[in-house]
């Protein structure tokens, strides 16, 4: 990816949170990861005029205080973070999640891997696309 640009990882799950930074570190990805807990706390980090902006996200729909669909809504209604690409990875596979956050022009969907070898493959897959992907000023 874009490495001098961080990732922003929202997931409260701190197994899943420790999988991420380990699949990272295994596929030498060099972007800074930045983790917010929720939604919350992701949007405060985005408005923090002092944190850089993301190359992308990487959200988890199922947690507490704000979810990803929530999130979603309001990033994707601000003229500045709408840019920033969101890939959605989650436990999630109800039909409904997967239909409303592509509504919200998410990037992509994964279902989390149980199995750590194919979730690295995930993570390949993703820093791989967004890493040969154009991206917006901004985004």
């Known amino acids: 990816m874009q490495s001098f640009k961080p990732i922003l990882l929202v997931e409260d799950d701190s197994i899943d949170a420790m999988t991420v930074k380990r699949a990272f570190k295994d596929l030498k990805v060099t972007n800074p990861l930045a983790h917010s807990l929720n939604g919350e706390e992701a949007l405060d980090y985005l408005r923090n005029e002092s944190n850089k902006k993301p190359c992308v996200i990487l959200l988890d729909l199922n947690m507490p205080k704000m979810n990803g669909v929530e999130f979603l809504k309001i990033v994707k209604s601000d003229d500045v973070l709408k840019k920033i690409?969101?890939?959605?990875?989650?436990?999630?596979?109800?039909?409904?999640?997967?239909v409303e956050s592509f509504e919200l022009s998410v990037g992509g969907y994964i279902v989390?891997?149980?199995?750590?070898?194919?979730?690295?493959?995930?993570?390949?897959t993703i820093e791989l696309y967004w890493t040969l992907s154009k991206l917006p000023e901004g985004g």
Not at 86 to 95: F, K, R
Request: negative net charge; glycine residues 0%.
């Open 85 to 98: 690409p969101v890939v959605v990875l989650t436990t999630s596979t109800e039909e409904n999640d997967v």
């Open 112 to 124: 989390k891997p149980v199995d750590y070898k194919n979730f690295v493959e995930a993570i390949r």
